[in-house]
């Protein structure tokens, strides 16, 4: 029985860790949001910069909202995303202050650039971090305030 238990574990830890998490923990964050910052100038749209990391349960939330929420569909039209990992907030964080995003206020925390690399806004509050707690239309609407300029 013991054997038994053991193996189930064991086989439920590789898989957790088999399967990716939203962000690339091995990224290189600062040519990710050159790349994207190319692409939104050829799209004439803004970039937005989600901080976070995998053992988060709000960026796992959010990235959910991202691909099948209420917001997946205004993301997509509005911004080009790119995730950057600060592990346990001792990644990016330069990244995070250069755009003015306040991570010790929890993640996930945003930046939103213009095409040209501009800051427009910036989380300094924590508007995210309880996003298991704000649920799908919360989500929509931050987002939809954001694209807005606001």
């Known amino acids: 029985m013991r054997k038994t238990l053991a193996v189930m574990l064991l086989a439920a830890a ?6 990716p998490g939203p962000y690339d923990e091995t990224a290189d964050a600062k040519a990710e949001i050159a790349t994207a910052l ?9 970039v937005l910069v989600v901080f976070g990391a995998n053992w988060c349960g709000d960026c796992k939330v ?3 909202a991202f691909k099948s929420g209420t917001a997946a569909a205004l993301i997509a ?7 950057v990992d600060v592990g346990r907030f001792t990644k990016n964080t330069d990244v995070a202050e250069a755009y003015g995003v306040v991570l010790k206020k929890g993640i996930p925390a945003v930046a939103v650039l ?5 800051p427009l806004y910036a989380t300094k509050a924590g508007e995210l971090s309880n996003a298991r707690q704000m649920g799908d239309q919360a989500i929509y609407d931050f987002f939809a305030k954001v694209a807005k300029g606001g």
């Open 62 to 64: 959010l990235d959910m």
């Open 77 to 83: 039209q509005n911004f080009r995303v790119v995730k």
């Open 114 to 118: 213009s095409a040209e690399g501009e």
């Open 38 to 46: 190319a692409q939104a100038q050829r799209a004439k749209l803004a």
């Open 14 to 19: 590789s898989v957790a860790m088999a399967s």
